[in-house]
């Protein structure tokens, strides 16, 4: 661990600090380039976006600029360390964003007081943008910043911890249950976890046809019920009418279990309660809730899927923001919709099941992969998804 951290730490120092910069996209290397580049040059494309400001994505980077932002509340696995300790992540992202579907990223970290003023930061430099992705903000507030984003901008805002690990869960999550030999109507869910990961999971879920009757939400005040007060309103739409009361209640006879909390919080006897057949998706990160040795040792009939790469079934939310992005970005979206957002599962879900390419294989040192129990999602290496998802995202975002 101790070489792993001294690599890390390494890595983003040398050879220079940090793992994005700023290169130009046009020759300056005469005289009259500089003049197109800058004045007097530079005063046209300002004469033509001032008078019509849709000429902005013609003559700018703006269409294809994504800000990646952040306050720094919930940075990774490792809590509210600030806006600057977020910096590395926002970086990485921004290298994702470029590496997987070409899209330019500037990070910004807000230090704000308020929600109020994080919101008014990013409105007020949002016409550099031709997309808001907002990361690593704690819940609840970040529920109401993107609400509020999506409201106030023309251009789309999308919270992946949100959103994007959404997409990612429903796509593994359908696939496993089909595997399995069932449907995700039919499918009795416990989630771990009601913060932002979980409630926008929840809801893609439902919105494809999960049953909320057979939903179940465990927090830290243990499972969410009717018989609760004073519960905030994400928490409160997933308030059963149900006598468990704990996670091991919970887990009795469930289909599928998500869990997106915390390390070691599932025992092997609750993954023997569990109904035949179960999907086990423990994604918290580095540690899971259990781990894949623990839960196969205790069940040798389950489909395990963890957020770790070192692991089948990694959980991966780099299979669906870059090429989502890329899809809003190519449509012009305003903003990006529960249409947009189920094309992406589909897609996902869609390229799974078809053969895997050789070069894929040779990728990861395989020599065979096929949809099955070790094999419910693409591996992000997978050139095909830039091909299949954005253009799904589109189709959606024009219907």
């Known amino acids: 661990m101790s070489s792993l951290k001294q690599q890390a730490l390494d890595y983003h120092q040398f050879p220079k600090p940090g793992k994005l910069s700023v290169e130009p996209s046009k020759p300056c290397a005469t005289q009259h380039e500089l003049s197109l580049a800058y004045s007097p040059g530079v005063a046209e494309p300002v004469r ?37 300790a977020a910096k590395p992540v926002m970086e990485g992202k921004g290298v994702l964003f470029k590496r997987f579907a070409g899209i330019d990223v500037f990070d910004i970290e807000i230090n704000a007081p308020s929600v109020q003023a994080f919101i008014d930061t990013v409105v007020n430099i949002a016409p550099t943008f031709g997309g808001i992705n907002l990361e690593d903000i704690a819940a609840p507030h970040c529920f109401e ?54 409630n926008a999971s929840l809801r893609l879920l439902l919105a494809m046809g999960a049953d909320k009757s ?28 149900t006598d468990a009361r704990t996670l091991a209640d919970a887990m009795q006879g469930a289909d599928a279990f998500i869990g997106v909390s915390a390390a070691n919080l599932v025992s092997p006897a609750m993954i023997k309660s569990m109904a035949d057949k179960p999907v086990v998706f423990a994604l918290a990160n580095p540690d899971p809730e259990i781990t894949p040795e623990a839960a196969h040792a205790a069940r040798d009939d389950l489909i395990m899927a963890t957020g770790r790469s070192d692991y089948p079934n990694q959980v991966n939310n780099i299979l669906g923001f870059p090429f989502i992005f890329r899809g809003a970005l190519d449509a012009r979206a305003k903003r990006i919709t529960q249409k947009m957002l189920i094309a992406a599962v589909q897609a996902l879900m869609d390229l799974t099941r078809e053969p895997v390419p050789a070069d894929v294989l040779a990728i990861y040192g395989l020599t065979e992969l096929s949809f099955g129990r070790d094999y419910i999602l693409p591996k992000p290496f997978d050139a095909r998804l830039i ?7 589109v189709k959606a975002a024009k219907e």
Do not use: W
Not at 173 to 183: D, F, M, R, S
Not at 234 to 241: G, I, K, P
Not at 388 to 393: K, L, M, Q, T
């Open 145 to 198: 910043i993107e609400r509020a984003l999506s409201e106030r901008l023309d251009i789309p805002v999308f919270h992946d911890d949100q959103h994007g690990t959404a997409v990612i869960i429903c796509a593994g999550l359908i696939n496993a249950l089909h595997v399995q030999g069932k449907k995700l109507a039919d499918a009795r869910i416990v989630c771990l976890g009601a913060g932002a990961a979980g």
């Open 387 to 393: 091909e299949r998802i954005p253009p799904a995202v």
């Open 214 to 241: 057979k939903l179940l939400v465990v927090d830290k005040v243990g499972v969410l019920h009717t018989g609760m007060t004073d519960l905030p309103p994400h928490h409160a739409f997933f308030a059963a009418d």
């Open 48 to 84: 033509e976006i001032g008078a019509d400001p849709e000429l902005a994505y013609r003559y700018t980077n703006k269409g294809n600029l994504v800000a990646v932002i952040t306050d720094g509340t919930a940075i990774l696995g490792l809590g509210n360390l600030g806006p600057l």
